[in-house]
């Protein structure tokens, strides 16, 4: 594709509604993006561990940030707009009447209330059906939840939706979402790519409830008239059918073959490979591959850059409120590797890969009186990077194909300190992807496949020309191996303080300890 393809070409409009914001980005077909927009979405924890969103913020966020993106374009390039595409946080639910107008607040990814339906309902038998062991994150057991605690209102709803399919209401005035997106609810028979009734009733949920399925690439709908024409355009604009913000993210990357693993460090820390028949298993969860009639296998820590800013922010410079610090990572690289002894277990949001255990907490072991805030900062750098390093070395083992390159995008992967610790820990290579908003530029690949403007409408060719990389980081031998020997001792750790952490759960069931909610509206 040259240059004056490129300035000549269609425009995708993308959008990524995540965890804290919804961001809207214009993309050509080189990848590069002209114009960005974004809107923050408050999160409400009314009690601990729970998680949840007001879902017209979803909506309203997304329109904003789309508006936005669009005003920053020339008139001409306006009329270049061809498709727009969507990515949203994963596993992400609300109920809604026929309108769309929410009964209730979002529960989230992140939210872990429902830790005894888990225990209840999570059997082999429905690991094996829907392809995810069970957990905290897929919405079939906070949908359970919901039933149980909120029976009627559960029954009144007529649409009980995920992030993507309410976004395709709002844009298109239709219930409809992507295989690739709805199958995070966790309903799914993910060998057939359908909801599975038996999975329905667990949840409580009905499939007249549903969103009617589409593949990724697939025209979803058409932007109401009302809509785009807030945005000032004029043309009609077709809605492609998406897929979860992880399958995204490798899309972004082009891992698009089995040997090529993306590695998002991101708020969660998680890494997928795609696979071309199902498959599961216990150290990682299947999903719905963003290239149609695909997987992805994925591994998961909720505990990602999540924890590394709630340490920033309680621990950290103050004025910074959790962001960057450069301080707390230099007086963390002045330790050396292994942090002197001192080990964590990156469990604050429960575990994921590859125990998924929904009541585990984290600790941190080792303590000496020369240790301080710089050690224990390392010490949570280098739990996350070598429970991944595990982790990827259990899926290839399971998969039977050896990674040859791993391609990682995030907030983590500006962190020089981390990039390097993550790469010693997993041994391998890491390139970095160019673009941040890599879940946007995902969803930007996707509709651009659907214009035919690379020859067909393979979602890996466009991965394949759109995806741009900056750098790479190569491991450090020696630290690889001090990695992996205190990684086993990490390890270990899991069982030995199982016990303990039943206890506690058990405990914090007596005596929990209220949140008060940061957000009234």
């Known amino acids: 594709m040259n240059k004056l393809n490129a300035a000549e070409g269609p425009l995708v409009i993308a959008v990524d509604s995540s965890t804290t914001s919804s961001k809207a980005i214009v993309v050509d077909v080189e990848g590069n993006v002209l114009a960005l927009g974004k809107r923050e979405i408050p999160m409400r924890t009314p009690q601990q561990g729970f998680g949840e969103h007001n879902p017209e913020h979803w909506w309203s966020s997304t329109n904003a940030a789309i508006a936005e993106a669009i005003s920053k374009l020339k008139m001409a390039d306006k009329g ?16 809604f009447t026929e309108d769309g107008t929410p009964l209730r607040n979002g529960i989230l990814w992140l939210d872990i209330r429902a830790a005894d339906q888990i225990k209840k309902y999570g059997t082999p038998e429905i690991h094996k059906l829907s392809g995810k062991p069970a957990d905290v994150t897929p919405a079939i057991y906070k949908m359970a939840w919901v039933n149980e605690h909120e029976p009627e209102l559960w029954a009144s709803a007529d649409k009980i939706v995920d992030v993507h399919g309410y976004l395709v209401y709002c844009l298109t005035g239709e219930w409809n979402s ?3 997106a709805a199958d995070s609810l966790g309903l799914f028979d993910i060998e057939k790519l359908d909801y599975s009734d038996q999975l329905m009733e667990i949840a409580g949920v009905k499939r007249s409830q549903m969103s009617n399925l589409y593949q990724p690439g697939d025209v979803i709908g058409y932007v109401k008239k009302e809509v785009r024409e807030s945005w000032n355009i004029s043309k009609e604009i077709p809605v492609i059918s998406g897929l979860g913000d992880g399958q995204a993210a490798g899309v972004g990357a082009a891992a698009v073959d ?13 890494a997928g490979v795609t696979a071309n028949e199902y498959q599961y298993g216990q150290v990682f969860r299947t999903l ?7 997987y992805v296998l994925e591994v998961l820590q909720s505990s990602g850059a999540f924890l590394t800013t709630w340490f920033r922010k309680e621990f950290g410079n103050p004025a910074l409120n959790g962001g960057p610090d450069p301080e707390l990572e230099a007086v963390a690289a002045a330790r050396n590797v292994g942090a002197g002894g001192l080990v964590t277990l990156p469990y604050w949001n429960a575990v994921q890969s590859p125990y998924w255990e929904p009541i585990a907490r984290g600790a941190v072991v080792g303590w000496r009186g020369t240790h301080g805030r710089g050690s224990m900062y390392r010490s949570l750098l280098e739990a996350i990077s070598m429970e991944m390093a595990r982790s990827l070395g259990a899926l290839q083992e399971a998969t039977g194909t050896k990674l040859t390159t791993v391609r990682a995008m995030g907030g983590g992967v500006r962190s020089k300190l981390w990039r390097q610790i993550m790469t010693d820990a997993i041994g391998l290579p890491i390139t970095a992807c160019k673009e941040d908003e890599i879940s946007a530029l995902g969803a930007g690949i996707v509709a651009m496949s659907s214009t035919g403007v690379f020859g067909d409408n393979s979602i890996a060719t466009a991965a394949k020309h759109m995806a741009q990389f900056t750098d790479s980081t190569e491991p450090n031998e020696e630290n690889h191996k001090i990695y ?7 390890g270990r750790l899991y069982a030995d303080l199982k016990e303990t952490n039943d206890q506690l759960h058990e405990f914090a069931r007596r005596y929990p300890d209220a949140e008060v909610s940061n957000e009234d509206n």
Not at 258 to 270: C, I, K, R, S, W
Not at 288 to 294: K, L, S, V
Not at 484 to 490: F, T, V
Request: aromatic content about 4%; hydrophobic content about 45%.
């Open 178 to 180: 992507s295989v690739a």
């Open 258 to 270: 089995p040997e090529v693993a993306y590695l998002n460090m991101g708020t969660a820390v998680n």
């Open 484 to 490: 992996a020997e205190l990684g086993e001792i990490q």
């Open 80 to 95: 270049r707009i061809a498709a727009i595409g969507l990515t949203h946080q994963r596993e992400t639910f609300a109920p």
């Open 288 to 294: 719905a591959g963003g290239i149609p009639d695909t």
